[in-house]
């Protein structure tokens, strides 16, 4: 069993940036890829970026790509998304979910072994 807990979220302004964090507690998470989405309201859960367990690989969603960096700290059992010049579109609650199996194939089946509750993220121009 792991549990995730995202951390970091809050109001900024237009162009700000924030640090999100998810947190594993009950494994380690050097074995999982992770994966973080977003959901505003009214739309459907959106792709972000994504981690393979050892940090070598990291995959970004088109939306995000040069303003957003994923990383992680297998020794904190953490993982961290790092947003710039973030804009109103990104406001939206922001999930990390884990995944023993790759990246593509976790995209293709969009089944993951386990998710976290969330941190809302609030984007005003």
């Known amino acids: 069993q792991v549990i995730l807990r995202e951390s970091g979220g809050g109001l900024v302004q237009t162009g700000d940036s924030l640090k999100l964090s998810c947190a594993a507690s009950?494994?380690?998470?050097?074995?999982?890829?992770i994966h973080w989405f977003r959901q505003a309201p009214g739309k459907e859960r959106e792709f972000v970026a994504a981690?393979?367990?050892?940090?070598?690989?990291?995959y970004y969603a088109d939306s995000v790509k040069g303003r957003f960096t994923i990383s992680r700290d297998n020794a904190k059992n953490t993982v961290y998304l790092q947003m710039d010049s973030l804009k109103s579109e990104d406001t939206a609650l922001y999930s990390c979910?884990?995944?023993?199996?790759?990246?593509?194939?976790?995209?293709?089946?969009?089944?993951?072994?386990?998710w976290g509750q969330g941190t809302q993220v609030a984007v005003s121009s």
């Open positions: 981690i393979s367990g050892d940090g070598d690989s990291v």
């Open positions: 979910a884990a995944s023993e199996s790759s990246y593509y194939y976790a995209r293709g089946s969009g089944v993951y072994d386990y």
């Open positions: 009950g494994r380690t998470l050097s074995t999982y890829t």
